[in-house]
């Protein structure tokens, strides 16, 4: 069983849509929590981070649960421009700060 | 700042060739990665290092080793290749103080 899990996808929504995924992992040492977005053939780059709490910034909403050790990201209002791979990301916290990385979530908003 | 860059970008080598990938940073940060990105898998950690002149094995450190000798690069190395090292191969480095990691834009290696 991989430690971080993730509907590979593809979503495939309009523009203007809605849309959510989620992630569980099954480490309950893991302490940090990010989700990170990757466009075609390029590099990862932090999206945001997930706090207990929960977080907003701007269209996009993250949230740790926890107890259920799932995390998940809304995206209100999509653009065709938030079409990429969502990477769901924890970390433990050790001496070397390694991050384990889902294998990704495709989004695809059309016209 | 150029931040993260890798070299070279596209590579093909023959199965039991021999290659090195640099990983350079300009940002000061102290901790560096190897990762390695294969469909349907994510990425998966190879070797890291928290400081000049150390190491440590990641995930999948096996057919590869790598060199930290100066603070702002950290070199993997593929002794003999093998087909199942064809994958893309990304660098990422942090500061201590920040749990964000940066990575360079990738080393697309073919093994045949």
């Known amino acids: 069983r991989k430690e971080v899990e993730q509907d590979p996808g593809p979503f495939n929504v309009p523009e203007g849509a809605t849309v959510a995924f989620n992630c569980t992992y099954s480490n309950s040492a893991s302490q940090s929590f990010f989700w990170y977005r990757q466009d075609c053939r390029k590099e990862p780059k932090l999206l945001m981070s997930?706090?207990?709490s929960g977080n907003e910034d701007g269209r996009f909403t993250a949230q740790l649960n926890r107890a259920s050790q799932y995390i998940s990201l809304l995206i209100r209002d999509s653009k065709l421009s938030d079409s990429a791979t969502y990477l769901c990301v924890v970390g433990r916290m050790d001496s070397s700060y390694k991050l384990i990385f889902g294998s990704g979530t495709r989004l695809l908003v059309r016209p | 700042n150029a931040g993260v860059t890798q070299t070279p970008k596209f590579r093909v080598l023959k199965t039991g060739q021999s290659m090195t990938l640099l990983c350079a940073q300009d940002m000061n940060h102290e901790y560096m990665y190897w990762y390695r990105q294969d469909p349907g898998m994510g990425l998966r950690l190879i070797h890291y290092s928290v400081g000049e002149g150390t190491t440590a094995k990641g995930e999948v450190p096996d057919g590869y080793n790598v060199s930290r000798l100066k603070k702002q690069n950290f070199l993997l190395g593929l002794e003999s290749a093998a087909p199942s090292q064809t994958s893309v191969y990304f660098c990422?480095?942090?500061?201590?103080?920040?749990?964000?990691?940066?990575f360079g834009p990738g080393t697309r290696l073919t093994v045949t």
């Open positions: 990422a480095s942090r500061t201590k103080n920040s749990y964000e990691q940066y």
């Open positions: 997930v706090y207990s």
